[in-house]
């Protein structure tokens, strides 16, 4: 299922929208599940960043799709935006927010199908896991493979990522049931370990992505199996 957000505060090109996925999602047999919001400000109003793709108005009465795009582009590097204008000099600058295409109005079916076909592709190629963590100015979404491990101090978690750190609301045991399958492990009370990361291991320290973290006593013969497992390609 294919979730895909249309920004447009037009009556008469919602509905052309929604009439061109129709039938798109009946001649290429996808799924879709559509949300639909009337201005950027909408949709940037506690961004949950689950979406993969966005089609968005770029003229809005309080808050246009650039400046929408912008603010999107903070939360989620991956979602697939394609700004919806009839002034193509506009769409130009979407390199900016790094816009896969755009649509001129009045929308055309051929036109359409274009970019819905690239933005699928696209979705397709770069398929990943995230997870979604609830942060000081609402939701942001994570690549799993990115995160290196997870600290906790008392109900706020650190996720380190390749990309630096981002804190959010919750405890290790949120942390530990959303990432759960994908390898990670808990080597003490306070931090959640990448297996992926892990570069080194001595005595009761695990050293992730150069970072030294303490193995408690009594986790230490778990993790070490299941570290070994992990790097003979055992773990399920």
Known sequence: MIRIAIVEDDAYDM????????????????????????????????YTADYDIILMDIEMRFMDGMKAAAAIREADQDVVIIFITNMPQYAIQGYKVNALDYMLKPISYFSFSESMSKAIKR????????VVISTKGGKMRLDVSRICYVEVLDHTLIYHTTEGKFIAKGTLR??????DRYHFF?????????????DNYQGNIVYVDGDAIQVSRSRRKVFLDILN??????AK
């Open 186 to 198: 808990s080597c003490n009370r306070c931090y959640l370990v990448n297996l992926h990361y892990v």
């Open 174 to 179: 949120d942390a530990e049931n959303q990432l």
């Open 123 to 130: 979705v397709k190629n770069t398929e990943k896991q995230y």
């Open 15 to 46: 509905a052309r929208l929604k009439e061109c996925l129709l039938q798109y999602a009946q001649e290429s047999r996808q799924r879709f599940e559509v949300l639909e919001f009337a201005d950027g400000e909408d949709i940037t109003t506690d």
């Open 229 to 234: 497992e992990y790097m003979n390609g055992d």
